[in-house]
């Protein structure tokens, strides 16, 4: 989804939080417009003044925008999915799950969580606004409290609009499968109706720009533009879950896995293996157990004329748990792993022992397969 990469910023939680480059340019166009309204009726806040406190309410939204993330990835850990991560990016944040809810109670919960945080945080902030208002303070300490209030309601409100991927779309999404006993069916009609709700933003957002509301029509058409690609998006996933649905890994793993031995010298590895199978890393084993993997990079690391007397056993790099899956986990998770770290195989390994690989190209071939057979 984010292709200008993110950086790590923290973990809360257990849960890693990243912020994507785009955020950046949100950020200062956020910055830019609180930083006009408060020179402006009805505060005319002196520049300076203004520049100021445009960032700090900045920064206070995007922490709200982070705590809204956060109370929908609590309440998934408390009812066992695994957040891999919360990225702050362009149009806000994103908790990234690494399958789906495992039941429509679930999904209601984790759901409504985020604007129930939102409300949470409005009210705060606007119970701030109300008293320091009564100690006459100026608009200088009111306006970010009263901003952000107004912000939080509107975040939760937008939220919770009836459309897939939503939180409202979730929570439709949740009484649809509730009632149908049909997960891919709900989320065709919640994705729909996320479809809808994004032509709409599209359309008044283009009315708002050609009617020049500038920067508010653009942004509004950006949004429905999102919105749009992340319910189809949504759709397919949960069709490409369906249809990998009670695979096990185990059944499509390639079970002759091209492996290595410790005491292979690296002059050896570099012309027997990468050079002839175009691998771009190697499994080392002593038996059947897994001591760890050789990549390109590690023999890059020898110099060339250690490559006789240096063996694979003293570049070795332990196997990333990353790069490992169990034989008896399902087939659509090891996809999903696959693209969260981006590589095309992974070892398959129990207790210790490599017993297989898998490739999304055999994932890819099984999907084909069982779609032209309509299963």
């Known amino acids: 989804m984010f292709q200008f990469g993110s950086f790590r910023i923290g973990k809360i939680l257990g849960i890693d939080v990243e912020v994507n480059y785009t955020w950046f340019l949100i950020f200062l166009l956020v910055t830019i417009s609180y930083g006009s309204l408060f020179t402006h009726d009805p505060y005319n806040v ?41 990225t702050l990016f362009l149009f806000g944040g994103v908790a990234q799950m690494t399958e789906e809810p495992s039941s429509p ?36 300490y009111t306006a970010p409290f009263e901003m952000l209030s107004l912000i ?18 979730r929570i439709a999404r949740a009484v649809l499968w509730y009632f149908t006993k049909n997960i891919v069916k709900a989320t065709r009609i919640a994705s729909y109706a996320g479809q809808t709700i994004a032509f709409f933003l599209i359309f008044v957002g283009f009315i708002a720009f050609i009617s020049n509301f500038g920067f508010g029509g653009l942004w509004l058409m950006l949004i429905g533009w999102f919105l749009n690609n992340a319910a189809q998006q949504g759709y397919r996933q949960m069709e490409l879950q369906n249809s990998l649905s009670n695979v096990k890994v185990e059944e499509i793993m390639t079970r002759d896995v091209v492996t290595i031995y410790p005491e292979l010298p690296v002059d050896q590895l570099v012309n027997d293996y990468f050079l002839r199978y175009k691998f771009g890393r190697f499994p080392v084993v ?19 004329e250690n490559w006789i007397s240096t ?3 003293q570049i070795i790099t332990l196997a990333s748990k990353n790069i490992e899956v169990a034989p008896g986990e399902e087939v659509f998770k090891a996809l999903m792993q696959m693209a969260q770290e981006d590589v095309g195989h992974l070892l398959v390994v129990r207790d210790g022992q490599l017993e297989g690989l898998i ?9 084909r397969i069982r779609t032209g057979l309509g299963m």
């Not at 300076?48 to 709200?64: D, M, N, R």
């Open 359 to 367: 490739t999304k190209s055999d994932i890819m071939r099984l999907i």
């Open 152 to 169: 939080n309601f509107g975040l939760a409100i937008f939220n919770l609009l009836p459309g897939f991927p939503l939180d409202g779309g």
């Open 311 to 313: 063996t694979a056993g």
């Open 46 to 86: 002196p520049f300076l003044p203004a520049t100021v406190l445009s960032i700090i309410t900045s920064l206070l939204f995007f922490a709200s925008v982070l705590l809204h993330e956060l109370t929908h990835s609590f309440v998934a850990k408390r009812n066992g999915l695994d957040i891999k991560k919360i």
């Open 286 to 304: 002593e038996g059947h157990r897994l001591l760890g993997v050789v990549t390109l990079h590690d023999v890059k690391e020898v110099p060339r």
């Open 105 to 140: 109670q679930i999904e209601f919960k984790m759901a409504i969580a985020g604007p129930s945080m939102s409300f949470f945080l409005g009210a705060v902030f606007g119970a701030l606004w109300f008293f320091v208002s009564r100690l006459d303070l100026g608009v200088t």
